[in-house]
């Protein structure tokens, strides 16, 4: 069953709209069925019967339907894991079991309570659910099956931070790979800057004009005054407190600010030292800064993606193209959108973008005109190495914390693009409860470790922070079953069978009708006043081809049965049905099913095409 997850607030950056589950509900039809004289009826699960309190208890329905915000109970202190493991070959292992990992949380052994092994790069394609013929419409069977997208890839270049070469080769490169999409596939194209937006589609046109249009948009400039100052320095200066690097800058500022500047005496030298320096961590300030924005506004587009392919019903991941970037003092912002991708089943791959890159051994800016000082030059060739391999960092860290791939230091991007499309054959989804966690934000350290390594690699994410208040828990429960609506996953923790009918009511209209039959055996009924009592929450939605909401409908139904009734059920079940005016078209019809007392979940898929 999928796990309860935390509802995400407004971010900042251009918005992708969140479909509500705001549901219309229809008039339920209950459709009781009639029982097999062969079907043995189980024991009642009511041992006693109770004495009603009043007549009117006796008296009280015993099924309605109405309308009602879901409140399961939720675990909102539950931290996900994914972790993809591989062999000495780079191959996914799928046959590992839940005692064969440890995690660790601040370096205490935790409790793993959850446990499943997912296999998104297998996925098996929709089965074509049965369509009961109503009266006018084609025989069953004559009906091709919907062509509806299965699995979504959001490509996100970054053109904040990529250079125009670099931008040029991967554009070509993810040209050629898009046109090799299959039916079911649906790719969106983002950019960082919000410049280019192409949602999901399978239109190869629109697909190549989106990549047409992408050009490098960096948000400011960066490195063009005195003295001339990266990010990366700019970080070592004021949040590092790095001497080494302040001096340099400061002696490019006097190289640069103060070339002939007569000096006559050892004050004067002094004097313009210190203005040298001053003017040198000023200018590190603004391109803290500078970069800050360009970084927070790079996290918060990649959060909006990740929150679109959330209710999309299909496997999903995000492509990011990107020559990496740095994020000092952002960790916060970063492990959110970790911790979005993993609650909402989206896996994060990087492709970095600069292929195989190498630095400048002198550490010249040519477009200067004039050799820079030697040694500071010298200097500045080291930090650039190092801001070189810190800028993968980032997107290393998403792709081992969301079981991605992460494509580097390689210049077959053709290669690149194939990889980081692909989901890993297998991962596993680990969850714990921390011990007594303090609702104080504070991060925590997460490892991942196996019993018996045999030379085997471990993908997971580094830590998480802890929540800073307790989350509401009729929100969460809505966001539960919000998130298992908008998945493909199939879950079997009741027995419940969808079935689906439509006729055309004219050429450009039809009514499309969802039946729903639930086994009541695995309910566990609660006795209250001589009644047993249930509640279900089941809601059916439509998602077009492309994997867009369309509409859908919530209904609770409260069951407050009598014994004999209760008998009768146990043998017949209970049918709703839910019926929805369309156009013709190719449609997935989503089906989650939720009990209140064993707060146990069915999940079922359904395509539909109507011509």
Do not use: W
């Not at 074509?128 to 091709?144: D, I, L, N, S």
């Not at 890839?153 to 898009?178: E, N, S």
């Not at 030298?269 to 003017?279: E, G, K």
């Not at 989804?429 to 470790?449: E, I, R, Y």
Request: hydrophobic letters at 40%.
């Amino acid at each position: 069953m999928r796990f309860p997850t935390h509802s995400g607030g407004a971010s900042e950056g251009f918005q992708f709209l969140r479909i509500p589950l705001l549901l219309t509900v229809l008039f339920a039809i209950f459709l009781p069925s009639v029982a097999s004289p062969q079907q043995s009826a189980p024991a009642s699960p009511a041992t006693t019967t109770a004495t009603a309190s009043s007549s009117t208890s006796e008296k009280a329905p015993e099924m309605s339907s109405h309308d009602q915000a879901a409140t399961f109970k939720v675990n909102v202190k539950l931290v996900l894991v994914r972790v993809v493991v591989r062999d000495d070959k780079g191959h996914a292992v799928g046959n590992l079991t839940k005692d064969d990992f440890q995690v660790f949380d601040n370096r205490k052994a935790e409790v793993i309570t959850h446990f499943s092994v997912e296999q998104p790069g297998t996925q098996v394609a929709l089965e074509q659910k049965t369509q009961e013929a109503m009266p006018g419409e084609a025989a069953p069977g004559t009906q091709k099956p919907a062509s509806i997208g299965e699995r979504y890839v959001a490509y996100l270049f970054d053109d904040v931070h990529i250079k125009f070469g670099d931008l040029a080769m991967a554009r070509d490169a993810a040209k050629r790979h898009l046109l090799k999409m299959q039916p079911t596939d649906r790719a969106a194209i983002f950019s960082t800057s919000g410049q280019t937006t192409l949602d999901f589609t399978d239109d190869h046109a629109k697909i190549e004009q989106a990549l047409n249009s992408l050009q490098p948009r960096p948000i400011t400039g960066h490195g063009s005054g005195c003295p001339d100052l990266t990010y990366y320095m700019a970080d070592e200066i004021v949040n590092k407190n790095d001497p080494q690097a302040l001096a340099i800058s400061a002696q490019d500022t006097l190289d640069c600010e103060f070339a002939g500047v007569p000096v006559q005496n050892a004050a004067q030298q002094a004097n313009l030292a210190a203005q040298a320096q001053a003017i040198a961590y000023s200018t590190a300030r603004q391109e803290l800064s500078l970069g800050d924005h360009e970084s927070r506004l790079s996290l918060g587009v990649l959060k909006d993606v990740v929150r679109r392919l959330s209710i999309v019903p299909g496997q999903r991941s995000v492509v990011i193209v990107s020559p990496g970037f740095l994020i000092p003092e952002l960790d916060y912002e970063f492990l959110e959108v970790v911790d979005r991708s993993l609650r909402s089943d989206v896996i994060v791959n990087a492709l970095d973008a600069r292929g195989l890159y190498t630095i400048d051994p002198l550490g010249m800016d040519i477009s200067k005109g004039a050799p820079q000082n030697p040694r500071v030059a010298a200097y500045k060739t080291l930090y650039s190495s190092s801001e070189a391999q810190a800028d993968e960092f980032i997107l290393s860290d998403l792709a081992n914390a969301t079981g991605g791939t992460f494509f580097h230091n390689n210049n077959d991007l053709d290669e690149g693009f194939r990889r980081v499309a692909t989901a890993p054959e297998y991962y596993y989804m680990l969850a714990f409860t921390p011990q007594n966690l303090k609702l104080d934000g504070s991060f925590h350290s997460l490892s991942v470790k196996l019993r018996d390594p045999e030379h085997l690699n471990l993908q997971a994410r580094r830590g998480y922070y802890a929540p800073k208040h307790a989350a509401d828990p009729e929100e969460q429960a809505k966001q539960e079953i919000e998130d298992a609506v908008f998945s493909n996953e199939e879950v079997h923790d009741l027995p419940v069978e969808l079935h689906t009918q439509f006729f055309k009511t004219s050429d450009a209209d039809a009514r499309l009708t969802v039946l729903a039959h639930v086994d009541v055996k695995h309910l566990q009924f609660h006795k209250q006043e001589g009644r047993n009592r249930e509640d279900l929450t089941v809601v059916s939605a439509l998602f077009n081809r492309n994997g867009d909401y369309v509409q859908g409908n919530e209904k609770v139904l409260e069951m407050r049965l009598k014994d004999e009734t209760l008998e009768h059920k146990l043998n017949s079940g209970v049918t709703l049905k839910t019926s929805f005016e369309v156009k013709p078209g190719s449609y997935l019809v989503r089906l989650v099913v939720r009990d209140s007392q064993g707060q146990l979940m069915a999940a079922e898929n359904g395509a539909v095409e109507i011509p």
